[in-house]
Antibody, heavy 114, light 112 residues
Framework: QVQLQESGPGLVKPSGTLSLTCAVS?????????WSWIRQPPGRGLEWIAE???????NYNSSLKSRVTISVDKSKNQFSLNLTSVTAADTAVYYCARNAPPVWGKGTTVTVSS | DIVMTQSPDSLAVSLGERATINCKSSQSVLYSSNNKNCLAWYQQKPGQPPKLLIY???TRESGVPDRFSGSGSGTDFTLTISSLQAEDVAVYYCQQYYRTLTFGGGTKVEIK
């Protein structure tokens, strides 16, 4: 079955760029699915960040749109997230997921601190 | 955006009793192509990622105990735990995947 694994730096400096990758195994990113990034700040609920289709179509959370880019690398069967100009408010566990039917990675913790 | 509203915010139930969580979407999440509702339920315990319990509103994920069930259609959905066990103490979230993804605010389930 499909499995997802997030990777990236666990610590990012304020005003820097957060970059994460989600490796997809057990299935092809080129299948007809949408793939998302979701985050959860400490002690808070879940927030959808962005989604991408293998064809390159994207959608973004309006509250983050100016700072977020989601991209796909079909040759590596992975998709990525870039979040620029980060602040402490971007500290969270970041999850990648297949939208439907849902499949999630285990998440990766990112802390924004100097 | 589709807004998901969960109720109650918290719930205390005696062991072996029924727990019911409600979720309402601001618009229908019924996908006409397959006549299924794009609604999932998750369980999250401290320090763990959300665990998928139910998708398509009523399909139980493999390995999930049958005391967990989902129901509803259109805009109104329910997660029922038929006989609460100690290991069910957690926060539960509903999520729609009809148009992008949005989540309910969560319901904390505790033992009375």
């Amino acid at each position: 079955q499909v499995q997802l694994q997030e990777s990236g730096p666990g610590l990012v400096k304020p005003s820097g760029t957060l970059s994460l990758t989600c490796a997809v195994s057990g299935g092809s990113l080129s299948s007809d699915y949408w793939w998302s990034w979701i985050r959860q700040p400490p002690g808070r609920g879940l927030e959808w960040i962005a989604e991408i289709h293998h064809g390159g179509s994207t959608n973004y959370n309006s509250s983050l749109k100016s700072r977020v880019t989601i991209s796909v690398d079909k040759s590596k069967n992975q998709f990525s997230l870039n979040l620029t100009s980060v602040t402490a408010a971007d500290t969270a566990v970041y999850y990648c997921a297949r939208n439907a039917p849902p499949v999630w990675g285990k998440g990766t913790t990112v802390t924004v601190s100097s | 955006d589709i807004v998901m509203t969960q109720s109650p915010d918290s719930l205390a139930v005696s062991l072996g009793e029924r727990a019911t969580i409600n979720c309402k979407s601001s618009q229908s999440v019924l996908y006409s192509s397959n006549n299924k509702n794009c609604l999932a339920w998750y369980q999250q315990k401290p320090g763990q990622p959300p665990k998928l319990l139910i998708y398509w509103a009523s399909t139980r994920e493999s390995g999930v105990p049958d005391r967990f069930s989902g129901s509803g259609s259109g805009t109104d959905f329910t997660l029922t735990i038929s006989s609460l066990q100690a290991e069910d103490v957690a926060v539960y979230y509903c999520q729609q995947y009809y148009r992008t993804l949005t989540f309910g605010g969560g319901t904390k389930v505790e033992i009375k």
